[in-house]
């Protein structure tokens, strides 16, 4: 296919991070709006969006696929454990996730390490909302082993719009899927796509938080 492959977004986005080392980074849906785009095939919309007293991020895609990204030193030694919140309006109908044309979903949240000098050695986690693999399923992105798919969520959501929590062990995913045990991670990203399926989908981040095993 001829556009950018967005599930190599790990290897174009950090091509060096300066930013200070951070423990218990609290991101807010405001926040995250601010961090840096990239386009990969037509951007996708993504604003502010009020759900009762909730302030969300809003995802809409149409035939688009860009991300938000930041670029900060996490260390993984003081504060492994991810937290976020996510949902989603609606999924892709047909898709395989596992092939390039069906690299799609309607939320996802990307971890990156840094190869530094040897970019070839940059390694990434995606945890996504998958359409059509089970829940547990993981498999190598479609575009680059280097980066590895975790179907978190899968199929419609029991209630469109409605937030679910998530929480995962970064230090011990990058161990379990990458084979490595980094002591810090250099990036973070989110991205709803649909330039592969073309159908269009709706989705919705809150807040992104690091915190100590013990919390």
Known sequence: MSRTAPGVIAMTILASSTAALADTASINPADILAWDSRDFAGPSQYRLDQSGNQTLLRAQCINGASALYLEQVINLQQTPILKWSWAVENIFEGIDETS???????VRLYVVKDGGLLPWRTKALNYVWSS?????ADWPNAYTANAH????????????GKLVEEQRNVR??????HGMDPGSIDGIAIMTDCDNSQQPVTGWYGSISWHAEDD
């Not at 390039?100 to 309607?106: A, I, R, S």
């Not at 059509?132 to 547990?136: D, L, S, T, Y």
């Open 100 to 106: 390039k044309d069906g690299d799609d979903y309607p």
């Open 132 to 136: 059509a693999q089970p829940v547990g």
């Open 149 to 160: 798919m975790l179907a978190l969520r899968s199929g419609p959501p029991p209630t469109p």
């Open 172 to 177: 011990e995913d990058f161990k379990t899927y």
